[in-house]
């Protein structure tokens, strides 16, 4: 982004494009720069981006550089400067005080190599596998976690809800976060087993769901982000999106209590400029039911027959080999986390990675 555009999603989360319609953009796409890099590029009007590899896949021309005021960033982004917020730590923090933006060309798509390139399916790909399919319906679902069968429940119910409604062939795009997460965090390669033994257990229905891969990074910004995640799937041809409680956020990194309202969310969403298209669709919660031994929804009438089981706990079961009550996950699905945290264990028992992505 340029500054302009830059100022725009960091003050109204949206930008005002030339036919003077808004398109919503809450998190400013940036690349920050240090005072070594903006004095080798001197006067300079186009630059070559590098990937890891050292080749070039993109150009950037006609670019200006700004400063990067980092405090002011945080602070609208996340609504708060205390220390800890993950992304800040892991990434602006350790910015350059400069960025810059232009018009970008890219050469050629981005490859991480990593075995997981397939699921990696642009906008226009995905719009043309849910044409290929012919379906009449797409819901999108944001998760950066393992798919346990609550999860499946409110997705498949979702799919019911929209056949009821009266469409003839909804589309489920399963749309994991596949950009840096928090430490604690399963990371990606490990969920996209996990998904992949979800879908062959037909916990989910292969004929009926995509799996792609969302490379944005996770922010942990709550109302903020949220939108950022409905707009793209939007562009990726989502019409309806399944948002539940306090999506993106966290705890706060300082007290005990929750960084953002869990309802603001979805009421952001409701009203933010430039998602109307979106359809909102807001989960029942789901938890595991002891009457029946396995994910329902929850009924308050009987609530002391309902246990959560949150992402922490699920992770700490993990870890220590303890297999969660029966009908929480798919047995293969669960094998994959226990095997993952197994061999965690084997290899830095007293360490714990810095980040997953």
């Avoid at 400063?67 to 923090?93: D, F, M, Q, S």
């Avoid at 890219?106 to 990593?114: A, R």
């Amino acid at each position: 982004m340029r500054e302009e555009e830059y100022l725009q999603s960091l003050h109204f989360n949206s930008l005002r494009v030339k036919d003077g319609s808004l398109v919503n953009m809450s998190l400013p796409i940036v690349l920050a720069i240090d005072d070594e890099t903006k004095g080798r590029i001197g006067s300079s009007s186009h630059v070559g981006l590098l990937g890891p590899d050292g080749d070039c896949v993109a150009i950037l021309r006609s670019f200006e550089i700004y400063k990067h005021n980092k405090e002011e960033r945080i602070a609208r982004t996340w609504g708060t400067t205390a220390p800890g917020l993950p992304y800040v730590e892991e990434v602006i923090t350790r910015a350059g005080n400069w960025l810059i933006g232009g018009d970008l060309e890219v050469l050629k798509p981005i490859k991480y190599n990593d075995g997981l390139d397939n699921y990696r399916l642009s906008p226009k790909q995905l719009r043309d596998e849910f044409d290929k399919r012919e379906a009449d319906a797409v819901f999108a679902f944001q998760l950066r976690n393992p798919v346990h069968n609550g999860h499946a429940l409110l997705m498949n119910d979702t799919r019911k809800r929209l056949l009821e409604m009266g469409y003839k062939n909804p589309i489920l795009l399963l749309h994991p976060l596949g950009g840096f997460t928090k430490a604690d965090d399963v990371p990606l390669d490990v969920r996209m087993e996990q998904h992949s033994k979800v879908l062959e257990d037909g916990v989910l229905d292969p004929e009926t769901t995509i799996v792609a891969i969302f490379p944005s990074p996770m922010h942990y910004a709550g109302p903020t982000e949220v939108q950022w995640h409905a707009k793209a799937r939007i562009n990726a041809g989502a019409n309806f999106y399944i948002v539940g409680r306090d999506p993106a956020g966290m705890g706060h990194p300082t007290e005990k209590r929750d960084l953002y309202d869990p309802d603001h969310g979805k009421k952001v969403l409701s009203m933010a400029p430039g998602l109307e298209k979106l359809n909102i669709l807001p989960f029942r919660v789901a938890a595991y039911d002891t009457k029946v031994n396995k994910m329902a929804f929850f009924d308050p009438t009987r609530a002391k027959d309902f246990l959560f089981i949150s992402g922490t706990k699920m992770r700490a079961f993990a870890k220590s080999g303890e297999n969660p009550p029966e009908g929480f996950m798919c047995p293969s699905g669960w094998n994959v986390l226990v095997k993952y945290y197994e061999s965690l264990q084997a290899e830095e028992p007293s360490e714990q990675p810095v980040l997953s992505t």
